[in-house]
């Protein structure tokens, strides 16, 4: 019962560097978000997806790109990684239907740029 | 702007002791709240959906219930093992979700 599974689960990154974070889910949910968790910030929307094939921009889209090639995967690139990108991300996933469908969690990347 | 605000940052209580945790919203047509659990080193967990102003929703020593303008999170009779964050979302009248910053739970034994 792996719900949504997010690889790697740590990644140390030097300045600069780039690195692709993958999102899978099993349960055949239309929607899928990518977020960061910073300390006192709480989870804050980076992007989102509405289905496979679409992608639209949330609250801290600047510096990330996303990609929904396949419905049960949700990809986040860093291009050009930054310091202040260091963060916890967590990619979640919702059922379309229904106004009230709650979004399902993986555990998180923990990712780190020196 | 749609906003969320969670109250207290943090609580510290007695197992037994029972409190309650805040969740304020302002937003363009709620079409949904949700309550989360967040245990350290993991990601958010589930726990209710409310909809509609008068709602409750109950989970073992978990209560939740919602007005037009806050829900509450009723514990009763905590437990060591409830101690975690609690998040609060909202889905306002689109696809997002948006978050409180949470309340830091510990439940001394």
């Known amino acids: 019962n792996a719900g949504v599974t997010q690889t790697p689960k740590f990644r140390v990154l030097k300045t600069g560097q780039s690195m692709t974070l993958l999102c899978a889910q099993d349960m055949n949910h239309e929607y899928m978000y990518w977020y960061r968790q910073d300390p006192g910030m709480g989870l804050r929307l980076i992007h989102y997806s509405v289905g496979e094939g679409t992608t639209a921009k949330g609250e801290v889209p600047d510096g990330y790109n996303v990609s929904r090639l396949k419905k049960q995967n949700f990809l986040l690139g860093l291009e050009s990684a930054a310091p202040s990108q260091t963060s916890v991300y967590f990619c979640?996933?919702?059922?379309?239907?229904?106004?009230?469908?709650?979004?399902?969690f993986g555990d998180g990347t923990r990712l780190s740029i020196l | 702007e749609d906003q969320v605000t969670q109250s207290p940052e943090a609580l510290r209580l007695q197992e037994g002791e029972s409190s309650s945790l805040n969740c304020s919203y302002t937003v363009s047509g709620l079409r949904g709240l949700f309550w989360y659990r967040q245990d350290p080193g993991k990601g958010p967990e589930f726990l209710f959906t409310l909809y509609s102003a008068g709602e409750e929703k109950e989970k073992e020593r978990l209560k939740a219930t919602l007005t037009k303008k806050e829900s509450f999170l009723h514990i009763t009779a905590p437990k060591p093992e409830d101690s975690a964050t609690y998040l609060c979302a909202v889905r306002p009248g689109d696809d997002k979700i948006i978050f409180g910053k949470g309340t830091r739970l510990h439940i001394l034994p």
């Open positions: 979640a996933s919702r059922r379309g239907q229904g106004p009230n469908q709650p979004q399902h």
